[in-house]
């Protein structure tokens, strides 16, 4: 950073903080001022010549002395710099203006520890001054004291409410300590008082980017999907209004995982008198109300923000609902947590013997051979190195990968590994083996996992390399050492469960 950026970055600062202390009036005011112009025309050499009789002066000696660590910084001697505002921290007449600023240097400086101190100080002078807390509260993220840096940035935002850059700093902390939904809010706040407030909006655009899959574009184009959903909810709105009289407006769907209210909007063009839809994103169920207010359901569909286990009858369902639909699954099927997830709506939310969609599932799974698969996420030697033991970084856990993107080959028959009955209660966690006859010789460097998910008695969806396509593709869990098979030599393939994902193991 050159002089003048240095100056420049503390100028305004500088002024302020001079200004507040009243410090031109003083003696020695004169010289001071002409420091400051000094300072303004980028000429920091001189302006430290010009200082120096200051810095002993007791009317402005602390004023001088914050000064001179801003010259000597600029000036290309930081370690000086740094001293001189250890000495200024000692001096027990230092005024708040410039404990602040001493702050703010410590801060740029990356000396969050000292930072704090000159901000300690400074609250102490001036309890509910919005600045210094909002500054303690970044030099305490800086030292990764997380509660001490989120107490005092929502405590600036509500000394100064319309203060863009707390709320923006608040965010910075929320979206850092993994609170996305907070984070959001904040950014919002930030913007609705600073529309121009470029870092916020970008900040905000990159969180909500993080929190909607990029497949939720492919999966609303899937017409497969949407296709067997509306035939299945088609089919259980209709046979409610068969044994209620001929019509469904009594009727209460619950769908979980709303994301845009699809799969609500058809139940209520089904016939179905009202749905409480309910999404975990709050972007995403943002969207869902304008969406669903756009196409004239509003009345009809409320899209509540939030996870189903933390529902209530009576508080946000009006009673219990008479059809689920939950389309919560991954390329595995369990990643999203179906099974807990419908277990949880069954025995609180639901009607007895209400309809599930889907209503059942079957995970299969095959050994294949893809030399591609393998160099993609599977490393022995590189530039004349054994660096295999990357490998074990790995994850042990399945990816989502279009199969038909690769040259591969199946080894095996499909072996079914798990069945499900969402209508049922399901176990927490499952274990099978499976033994596999391979069909010819090869080298299995991947497990190939798919489903076929039953919606009702009528209609299923398989997402296996052989079916037509979906945007689930399929779930490739990549083998850590390939396993040589034989043809008509037998090779367990064994599979766990624990409700939420598949963990594989061939061989053995």
Request: charged residues 25%; aromatic residues 4%.
């Amino acid at each position: 950073m050159t002089a003048g950026t240095i100056i420049e970055r503390h100028l305004g600062g500088v002024r302020a903080a001079v200004d507040a202390s009243d410090a031109l009036r003083l003696p020695g005011g004169d010289a001071l001022a002409r420091v400051l112009a000094l300072m303004t025309g980028n000429r920091p050499a001189k302006a430290l010549e010009m200082l120096a009789p200051l810095v002993d002066g007791p009317a402005i000696a602390g004023v001088a002395r914050v000064l001179e660590a801003v010259l000597l910084d600029a000036t290309g001697r930081r370690g000086d710099a740094k001293a001189v505002l250890a000495r200024f921290l000692e001096d027990p007449d230092a005024g708040y203006d410039m404990l602040c600023l001493a702050g703010d240097l410590f801060l740029d400086w990356r000396m969050a520890g000292e930072a704090c101190r000159a901000y300690d100080r400074a609250v102490a002078l001036a309890p509910h001054s919005s600045h210094a807390i909002l500054r303690r509260g970044k030099a305490l993220s800086e030292a990764g004291e997380v509660t001490g840096a989120l107490d005092d940035l929502r405590r600036a935002t509500l000394l100064q409410p319309n203060l863009a850059e707390a709320h923006r700093a608040l965010g910075d902390e929320l979206r850092d300590a993994s609170m996305p939904e907070a984070a959001i809010a904040s950014y919002r706040r930030a913007l609705e008082i600073d529309a121009a407030d470029e870092t916020a909006a970008a900040a905000l655009e990159a969180l909500i980017a993080s929190l909607v899959p990029a497949w939720h574009a492919a999966m609303l184009n899937d017409a497969r999907r949407n296709d067997a959903f509306d035939a299945a909810i088609r089919r259980a709105v209709g046979h409610y209004a068969a044994a209620h009289g001929g019509s469904a407006d009594g009727m209460h769907v619950l769908d979980i995982g709303a994301g845009t209210g699809l799969l609500a909007m058809m139940a209520v063009r089904a016939g179905a008198g009202h749905v409480t839809a309910c999404e975990t994103v709050g972007p995403l169920a943002d969207i869902a109300r304008d969406i669903v207010a756009r196409n004239g359901m509003a009345d009809r569909i409320a899209i509540l923000h939030g996870r189903s286990t933390g529902l209530e009858v009576g508080v946000d369902l009006p009673r219990r609902a008479d059809l689920l639909t939950a389309e919560i699954v991954d390329a595995g099927l369990l990643g999203e947590a179906i099974l807990p997830t419908i277990a949880d709506a069954r025995a609180r939310l639901l009607a007895p013997d209400a309809p599930v969609i889907p209503c059942a599932a079957a995970v299969f799974a095959m050994p294949v051979e893809s030399a591609g698969i393998d160099a993609e996420r599977r490393v022995d030697r590189a530039a004349g190195f054994d660096i295999s033991a990357f490998n074990r970084l790995a994850p042990k856990l399945y990816l989502q990968t279009d199969l038909a993107k690769y040259d591969w080959r199946p080894l095996a028959a499909p072996a079914v590994l798990f069945r499900f009955d969402f209508t049922r209660a399901a176990p927490e966690a499952g274990e099978t083996s499976a033994r596999v006859i391979p069909r010819s010789d090869g080298t299995a460097h991947a497990v190939a996992l798919w489903f076929e998910l039953s919606l009702d008695g009528e209609t299923t969806l398989a997402t296996g390399p052989m079916d037509p396509p979906t945007h689930w593709k399929q779930a490739v869990f990549a083998l850590e050492t390939p396993v040589a098979l034989n043809r008509n030599d037998p090779v367990r393939l064994t599979a766990r469960h624990d409700g939420r994902r598949i963990r594989l193991a061939l061989g053995g």
